[in-house]
């Protein structure tokens, strides 16, 4: 069983479209994350939602937006694709540890997003 | 969360042992290590992590220093399939809100 599954593998698309990014974790952690990671090849951080509350949001366009329906599930649907979007989207989740566990965080294997 | 500093590339021999460093001077008293790497075309995969005493899984060992200012992932015996960008990420414990926040990494290339 994948622990987090991310749907579609590979999206191409054109300029302008909208796009949805699925990602589903069946680890029981309560924290979803989306990453990007650019041709340059540098992950950053886009979004987190704690049971389904959106904690982090950094400075990306109003373009993208999150949903989580709940704590298992964490979309991305981008409005109006741009060539800049075209990169590898990454999502995690994570369990709010307790003291004295660790857990790292879980990735999934990506969507190559390439915008034509 | 501390900044690292970490080679950009490293060879190493198949079985043998990799030892890649990683440096950390202002890491703080609650900041913890991690190790994450990413394999070619796939997502980021989590090795280990340390607050100070060293540590051990299936996968690796963590070296950290006295001072916690170092530390060095040892993979104790490398295959092809260990080939890799290596993340040292040093971050407080978990929390909701907290963030992974990956650098430039070290390229690992075992040989044959």
């Known amino acids: 069983d994948t622990a987090v599954s991310q749907t579609p593998k590979y999206l191409v698309t054109q300029m302008g479209n909208d796009k949805s990014i699925k990602c589903e974790q069946n680890l029981g952690h309560d924290t979803m994350y989306w990453y990007k990671q650019d041709s340059k090849k540098f992950l950053k951080i886009m979004f987190s939602?704690?049971?389904?509350?959106?904690?982090i949001n950094e400075t990306v366009p109003n373009r993208f937006s999150p949903k989580s329906p709940d704590k298992a599930h964490l979309n991305l649907h981008i409005n109006s694709l741009e060539l800049g979007d075209s990169a590898v989207y990454f999502c995690?989740?994570?369990?709010?540890?307790?003291?004295?566990?660790?857990?790292?965080?879980?990735f999934g294997s990506g969507t190559r997003l390439t915008v034509v | 969360d501390a900044k690292t500093t970490q080679p950009t590339s490293m060879d190493c021999a198949e079985g043998r042992a990799a030892n890649l460093p990683c440096n950390h001077s202002t890491i703080s008293g609650n900041e913890y290590v991690y190790w994450y790497r990413q394999i070619h075309s796939q997502g980021p995969q989590y090795i280990i992590h340390?607050?100070?005493n060293n540590e051990t899984n299936e996968m690796a060992s963590l070296i950290i220093t006295e001072d916690r200012k170092s530390s060095t992932l040892i993979l104790p015996h490398a295959t092809l399939r260990d080939t890799a960008v290596y993340y040292c990420?040093?971050?407080?414990?978990?929390?909701?809100?907290?963030?992974?926040?990956f650098g430039e990494g070290t390229q690992l290339t075992v040989n044959p």
């Open positions: 995690a989740s994570s369990q709010f540890s307790t003291p004295g566990q660790g857990s790292g965080y879980t």
């Open positions: 990420i040093v971050r407080v414990r978990e929390t909701s809100g907290s963030r992974l926040t």
């Open positions: 340390g607050l100070k």
């Open positions: 939602y704690n049971n389904k509350e959106l904690i």
